[in-house]
């Protein structure tokens, strides 16, 4: 099994450029979530959806915009990159985001990302 | 606020146990987890926690103290390979995780 695919593994953008980051799982999950990893900070949640069609903020969803049109696929959008959004993004999937039962979380490998 | 408290970094010996202690306060508590990352890669989990007590798994045991907003995990039988940062969350009551900043262990021969 695949798991959680995340692309691109590594990008480096200047200041005021677009991206998406790609996130798909193959788990039939219902639950996804972005989060960034900053050094010394614990992972902060982005966004994240509970389902196709529905989305969510999470603590810093400033500077990023998401969907979820397919229960595979949820996409990262930065829409004009600041040097502030240098980190380390990780997508990850689960079961459901209520009434779980372990809270597994399954994470994709991790974008990093550099603006300049 | 939420927080959640874990030591930045701690070193072990090889073979030795080691406890690393997470204490939370939160809106709400629906459990608590603890999970590995090794440098440069994504998380894995390692244990869930909801009522008070001691669940162990092979080498790992994770204990919950709710009237305390306390956790602790123990590893013991260290090996090399449990060379690692440890994140503590918890679930709050929207269902959403608080984590901590992770602890860095190190393990010497």
């Known amino acids: 099994n695949a798991g959680v695919t995340q692309t691109p593994k590594f990008q480096v953008l200047k200041t005021g450029q677009s991206m998406t980051l790609q996130c798909a799982q193959d788990m039939n999950h219902e639950y996804m979530s972005w989060y960034r990893q900053d050094p010394g900070m614990g992972l902060r949640l982005i966004h994240y959806s509970v389902g196709a069609g529905i989305t969510d903020q999470g603590e810093v969803p400033n500077g990023y915009n998401v969907s979820r049109s397919t229960t595979e696929d949820f996409p990262l959008r930065l829409l004009s990159a600041a040097p502030s959004q240098t980190s380390v993004y990780f997508c990850?999937?689960?079961?459901?985001?209520?009434?779980?039962?372990?809270?597994?979380?399954?994470f994709g490998e991790g974008s990093r990302l550099t603006v300049l | 606020g939420q927080n959640i408290d874990q030591p930045t970094e701690m070193t072990a010996t090889e073979g030795a146990i080691v406890q690393i202690n997470c204490t939370y306060q939160?809106?709400?508590?629906?459990?608590l987890f603890w999970y590995q990352q090794h440098a440069g890669e994504a998380p894995t989990f390692l244990s869930y926690n909801v009522l008070d007590g001691l669940e162990e798994k092979g080498r790992f045991s994770s204990f919950l103290s709710r009237s305390k907003g306390y956790s602790y995990l123990l590893l013991k039988e260290l090996q090399m390979k449990d060379s690692a940062s440890y994140l503590c969350?918890?679930?709050?009551?929207?269902?959403?995780?608080?984590w901590g900043a992770g602890t860095k262990l190190i393990i010497k021969p």
């Open positions: 990850a999937s689960s079961y459901s985001g209520q009434e779980i039962n372990t809270g597994e979380l399954f």
């Open positions: 969350a918890v679930m709050d009551s929207n269902y959403q995780l608080i």
């Open positions: 939160t809106s709400g508590f629906n459990g």
